[in-house]
């Protein structure tokens, strides 16, 4: 048998004989050092042993700790809307910050503007609001400090195993005096603030714990004890890693075997309304292969996302009926919606562009100013109104295209994927499922008969209404009177608009749902047809006889 200790890697004894700490533990002691206000440090322990799994817990990485301290903030004056959040000290940024759910948080009416932010990475133009007006407070209230003006970012570093804890101190002897005076962590705040060089005060150090070399040391802020530097404890052994790997089985058993990557997965549904006929009709033995082997409608469809889902939720629970008894459908938008920029700059150059496109080339001119009219004829767009508390917009850019087998007829697409400082509406939109049948199986049912019916829905997109709240969205700009040398006005559109992503799910939803809505006043065949025999807004359908097609 071979003899070792993994403390000192000596072939002569066992570890559990090993006398002392690690020859690697026995630094020299370490001489007291004076703190920035005079006060003299307590005399270091020169050796430290522990488990280092007590700190940052059985994970392979450590924890180390930065200037994150628990406050509570609220605007000046109110102090009844006081919250409790986390903030970050660093004096590497010469601006306070704060993260959009901040701004939230606080309902902050305040004009975005541009700004640059320069960083290891590089240099970026972006833009965010301004909170003003905030005061910040120690956790135990001694301490409170008017914050400067906060510039909306979500760069800020969002690590919450940055933030000292008291079981960080606690393991270190240095800073055990000061454990009780660091608060837990609280699950329910987020790091929402950064406070940089503008607000100096609050970087001022009033005692400091120091310790051995390489030990993380602490400071007290006016806000509160911090705690910077690496404070796992891995040092005191030998490095290794330990690593329990469990496999999880497809029926949730674990396993801490490899599984197979192979695998059958059956499923039953009861035809019957008695399920006890079912279960013993498969206890015969001659129906087992048909039970375990069964096939259905829904083997060749692909499952829904999670994205897709919270569509269907969104249309599920918002798709209504105004008092016209149109249908009214939202902007499936993302959660959390990320802030548009106010992109009027971009509308207004690609529009200048079109006209100069358009003076060129005069028939699809012509085709351009007649789309405009028909469309606000029925009315489809609308004059915007004037927008109330720097409220959230986006301007949609748009273009002609003409289809190769109809030169004649020009199409009009609202650029949704416009990119302004980084961002597009399509990207904070969800596309949602496709939930359009088979143009195959379409194809093929139309050829199973004689007699043949075709439908088209006109315009398909702009046959269903947004939501008055999310029409800021569909912003756009026109000129007066279709004159291209006419002023520029704002429009917004009242209908989904061909450009954007979630558009062609949006239409197919609601004319399944007009479908199911009308199927007691139209019947169950024109429901049929909407659900079996339509690919987007083409409808194709075959009959038996002339007559039926007729009916």
Request: hydrophobic residues 35%; contains cysteine.
């Amino acid at each position: 048998m071979t003899i070792h200790c993994t403390e000192c890697n000596s072939n002569y004894h066992v570890s559990a004989l090993h006398d002392g700490p690690a020859p690697w533990l026995k630094n020299e002691p370490t001489a007291p050092t004076e703190a920035q206000d005079g006060e003299q440090e307590e005399p270091t322990s020169t050796v430290t042993t522990s488990v280092c799994t007590e700190i940052c817990g059985t994970g392979l990485q450590g924890k180390s700790c930065s200037k994150i301290c628990l406050v509570t903030v609220n605007p000046d004056g109110r102090p009844e809307e006081k919250k409790c959040i986390y903030v970050m000290l660093d004096d590497q940024s010469n601006l306070s910050l704060a993260r959009s759910s901040f701004v939230r948080m606080f309902n902050v009416q305040e004009e975005v503007f541009p700004y640059t932010m320069r960083t290891c990475s590089g240099t970026v133009d972006t833009s965010g609001r301004r909170a003003k007006d905030f005061v910040v407070e120690s956790l135990d209230g001694k301490v409170s400090m008017n914050l400067p003006t906060l510039i909306e970012c979500n760069s800020i570093p969002d690590n919450r195993m940055e933030i000292p804890t008291p079981e960080a101190a606690a393991y270190h002897p240095h800073l055990q005096t000061i454990a009780s005076q660091i608060p837990s962590l609280d699950p329910a705040a987020d790091i929402l603030i950064l406070i940089g060089r503008d607000l100096i005060r609050a970087h001022k150090v009033r005692k400091q714990r120091n310790g051995p070399h390489n030990a993380p040391y602490a400071q007290l802020l006016d806000l509160g004890w911090v705690i910077v530097g690496d404070v796992c404890l891995s040092g005191a052994h030998i490095p290794m890693v330990s690593t329990f790997k469990t496999s999880v089985l497809e029926n949730g058993r674990p396993s801490f075997l490899m599984p197979c990557k192979n695998s059958i997965c059956s499923k039953e549904r009861f035809t019957s309304e008695d399920p006890r006929l079912f279960i013993k009709s498969t206890k015969r033995s001659h129906d087992i292969g048909k039970h375990f082997f069964k096939q259905t409608n829904e083997d060749n469809m692909l499952a829904l996302s999670k994205e897709d889902e919270v569509f269907l939720d969104i249309m599920d629970n918002e798709f209504t009926k105004d008092d016209a008894n149109s249908w009214v459908a939202p902007l499936p938008f993302r959660c959390p919606l990320e802030l548009l920029p106010n992109n009027r700059d971009q509308a207004v150059s690609r529009l200048l562009s079109l006209r100069r496109t358009l003076k060129r080339k005069t028939d699809m001119k012509d085709h351009y100013v007649e789309f405009m009219e028909t469309m606000f004829k029925k009315g489809h767009a609308e004059i915007a109104p004037l927008l109330k508390d720097n409220k959230e917009c986006w301007y949609l850019p748009s273009f002609g295209i003409y289809h190769p087998q109809n030169p004649g007829k020009l199409r009009i697409v609202f650029d949704s994927s416009a990119q302004y400082n980084n961002i597009s509406l399509n990207q904070v939109l969800l596309k949602g499922p496709d939930l359009n049948n088979s143009l195959i199986g379409v194809i093929i049912r139309f050829r199973s008969d004689s007699y043949a019916v075709m439908a088209d829905i006109e315009q398909i997109f702009h046959s269903f209404l947004v939501k008055e709240e999310h029409r800021d969205y569909l912003r756009f700009l026109w000129f007066q009177d279709h004159n291209l040398d006419g002023d520029i006005v704002e429009y917004r559109m009242r209908v989904h608009v061909f450009g954007n992503c979630p558009s062609p799910s949006v239409a197919v939803y609601e004319l399944k749902r007009t479908a199911v809505e009308g199927e007691q006043e139209y019947g169950s065949d024109a429901r049929l047809f909407i659900e079996r025999h339509f690919y987007v807004d083409d409808g194709l359908k075959s009959f038996s006889s002339e007559a039926e097609a007729v009916d």
